[in-house]
């Protein structure tokens, strides 16, 4: 047997576009946690900060992206999804301004390749 | 008569740190460990690991303290691994992280051993391999707090209790792609440091340990850890790491 999460995404999240991402990430993720999976903006290009995460993901995952429609609020979400907000965010994508994600490539590498640097805010040790 | 000659001759394995009770953590790194589901996909632990590549949203503590580990954002959950001899978990240096509660302040002596890896230390300052420092920032917030350096990459640091207690491990060469297995003793009279079971400094002294927020793999506010972990063992009411980091070092090297 093989693993089902045959694929891998980066996104980076506009700093104002958090909430409703987190929206987008809960009706595709898997857990009604999902709803906080982008907090804190660690990254940025110099005028706009990011927040950002690499995960792994199902085929599934990236339908949307290929059919235009989002899928049906699974039960999980039922009751945090606010499906507006999570079409304003997947409308968004890779749009001037808006969420950026790209699928099956190095975060570090990707993350360069969007001019992103990590805010130096790690406290000390 | 024959059980117990079977017991005294069966491999020494890090239960028996644990067995009258002690506090403490066992972390293996493979989904399924002597006959129990180990590793499970959600964090409420209904969908087991199986595969190379699956997520990691639950990891039980086999120590018998229930210290589990978990991950309930799927975006954040570390990576199952495996090259069919060696298991691993995979922290990707950018969100993976597993955490756990806070534990109580050992009243005596405390052993911390982590095998792992790291891929890089290009993206982040103080990467965490293990530790108590996933809070708001506190010089106490350690027991232990084993980290790594992007400015001086032939170093592992330990720390027990505040900031001016970390002592230095020193490779002599970059740490990057070498698996290497860490100690970090907190002992009667001082602190040890130890790398794959050979001792490399002491303490002057015993350090105070103060409460702190919860345990964690993999990221913290002063940095993410990109590589692979293979097993920790954290032990109270000892100070010998010597059979742990056998075990440690025989999963890991």
């Known amino acids: 047997m093989t693993t089902q999460y045959t694929h891998s995404v980066t996104i980076a999240v506009p700093a104002d576009w958090i909430a409703d991402a987190n929206h987008l990430a809960c009706l595709l993720g898997e857990s009604s946690a ?15 900060d990011y927040a950002v995460a690499h995960t792994v993901v199902k085929a599934a995952f990236l339908q949307p992206t290929l059919s235009g429609d989002l899928p049906e609020t699974p039960p999980h979400a039922e009751g945090l999804v606010d499906r ?42 | 008569m024959l059980i117990n000659l079977a017991s005294q001759y069966a491999p020494w394995l890090p239960d028996r740190l644990f067995a009258n009770g002690q506090q403490g953590v066992w972390y293996v790194p493979q989904p399924v460990y002597r006959g129990q589901q180990v590793l499970f996909q ?3 632990g209904t969908t087991p ?41 995979s922290f990707n240096g950018v969100n993976h992280k597993l955490l756990h509660d806070e534990l109580p ?31 708001a920032f506190d010089n106490a917030h350690r027991m232990p707090l084993i980290h790594l350096s992007q400015a001086n990459p032939e170093r592992v640091t330990t720390q027990w209790g505040a900031d001016d207690n970390a002592t230095d491990i020193d490779y002599g060469s970059t740490i990057v ?77």
């Open chain 1, 84 to 125: 507006v907000a999570a079409q304003r965010a997947f409308d968004s994508l890779n749009q001037s301004g808006g969420l950026r994600m790209a699928v099956d490539v190095d975060p570090h590498e990707q993350f360069s390749d969007w001019g992103l640097e990590r805010i130096p805010q790690e406290q000390e040790i």
């Open chain 2, 105 to 135: 302040i050992p009243s005596t002596t405390c052993i911390c051993v982590v095998g792992f890896r790291t891929n890089s230390l290009a993206n982040s300052s103080f990467p965490l391999v293990y530790g108590n420092r996933n809070g």
């Open chain 1, 34 to 48: 999902d709803i906080e999976t982008f907090r804190q903006a660690t990254y940025t290009d110099g005028t706009t």
């Open chain 2, 49 to 89: 690991v199986v595969d190379d590549g699956d997520p990691v949203g639950l990891r039980l503590d086999l120590s018998g303290n229930g210290n589990h580990q978990s991950q309930p954002t799927s975006a954040d959950r570390p990576i199952y691994r495996t090259d069919g001899a060696r298991h691993w978990i």
């Open chain 2, 177 to 253: 792609d070498e698996r290497l297995v860490v100690s970090a003793v907190y002992g009667a009279a001082n602190e040890r440091n130890y790398l794959n079971g050979e001792l490399q400094n002491t303490s002057g002294g015993r350090a105070e340990l103060i409460d702190g927020t919860g345990f964690t793999s993999g990221t913290s506010p002063s940095g993410n850890f990109e590589g692979d972990e293979f097993g920790v063992v954290l032990a109270y009411d000892t100070e010998d790491q010597s059979r742990a980091a056998e075990y440690i070092k025989g999963i890991t090297l």
């Open chain 2, 42 to 44: 959600d964090a409420a």
